[in-house]
């Protein structure tokens, strides 16, 4: 579905209950993933995904095009939840990183990809991932994930393009560290 | 004394060159595959949202015909006394018009009693 489709539907889903669930079939899974991988629970990422379209479901009335698309739009509510609930939430993983092995990196940078050939470096990796600060996690699953532009990413975490490039760098950084040293603390590089 | 602009910045390429970068990328796609959400939740979840909009939009729907009626009637009341109002005015103008002013009517009384 192309931009100007999308944007037909979006009109016709403030008066068309129909199109509105159209709108939800297009995009729930990718909202339940972006949830998922900031919680790690499936309970928490469905709620979180129910109260992003009911939200979204009141809100749309008084969404204009301004350029960005629809999908920033969705995002960004489900971004203002995911850092609710980081505020409120006592159960979501601490910034440091809980690693039973150590990783077994050699001690120059390595091929990333190679240092993913074992299971148990994948999962370190999942690890380092969740234990990111939010908004850097945040970063890591729109660019990589959603593949959105900075411009996109901009409109969800309400920063600008530049900030946001600064902030992929930073996060590049830390876990190219990270992958470097084997270190399993996360905070040591900032 | 001034430094060069190559030595007052640094350049962010230099720490992470490009090839690491889609390195990152790669592997951090490899490890963060799309997690689904199971059908049931899905099915149920865009059931009960697709009712939610339509007891929206008819909830919206019902306000919009109320506030139509209440415009209508408050409109209409207010057109029909403006409408009396204004036809009273042109009913009583004729009147004045069609009635001399008291002065004149005095001294046309004067003239047909005077015999010059």
């Known amino acids: 579905m192309n931009n100007e489709e999308e944007r037909h539907l979006v009109t016709r889903a403030k008066v068309d209950p129909e199109a509105f669930g159209e709108l939800y079939r297009r995009y729930v899974d990718r909202i339940y993933n972006y949830h998922y991988r900031h919680t790690s629970s499936r309970v928490e990422a469905e709620d979180l995904t129910s109260r992003t379209f009911y939200r979204a479901l009141r809100s749309l009335e008084g969404y204009k095009e301004t350029g960005a698309p629809f999908q920033a739009w969705l995002f960004r509510i489900a971004h203002n939840l995911v850092v609710n609930w980081y505020r409120d939430s006592t159960s979501h993983p601490t910034v440091s990183i809980d690693i039973d092995d150590p990783l077994p990196l050699p001690s120059a940078m390595p091929n990333p990809e190679s240092w993913l050939t074992a299971a148990e470096t994948r999962r370190a990796l999942v690890k380092v991932i969740e234990s990111l600060p939010e908004e850097r996690k945040t970063l890591i699953i729109l660019k990589f994930v959603e593949r959105m532009s900075n411009v996109e990413i901009g409109e969800v975490m309400g920063k600008t393009e530049g900030a946001i490039k600064a902030l992929y760098h930073r996060t590049l950084i830390s876990l190219k560290k990270i992958m ?10 900032e | 004394m001034f430094k060069r602009s190559s030595e007052r910045y640094v350049v962010i390429q230099d720490y992470v060159p490009l090839h690491e970068q889609h390195a990152i990328e790669r592997a951090v796609v ?11 939740f899905v099915d149920q979840l865009g059931y009960d949202l697709t009712e939610e909009a339509r007891k929206q939009y008819e909830a919206r729907q019902r306000y919009v015909s109320k506030a139509l009626r209440i415009f209508g ?20 103008r004729d009147d004045r018009v069609a009635r001399p002013s008291r002065p004149q009517a005095r001294a046309q009384r004067q003239a047909a009693v005077s015999p010059g």
Request: aromatic content about 4%; glycine content about 18%.
């Open chain 1, 180 to 189: 470097r040293e084997g270190s399993a603390d996360v905070q040591a590089v």
């Open chain 2, 30 to 40: 490899t490890v963060l595959t799309p997690v689904r959400p199971s059908d049931g």
């Open chain 2, 73 to 92: 009637f408050v409109g209409g009341g207010l057109a029909s006394v403006i409408g009396g109002i204004a036809i009273w005015l042109l009913v009583h």
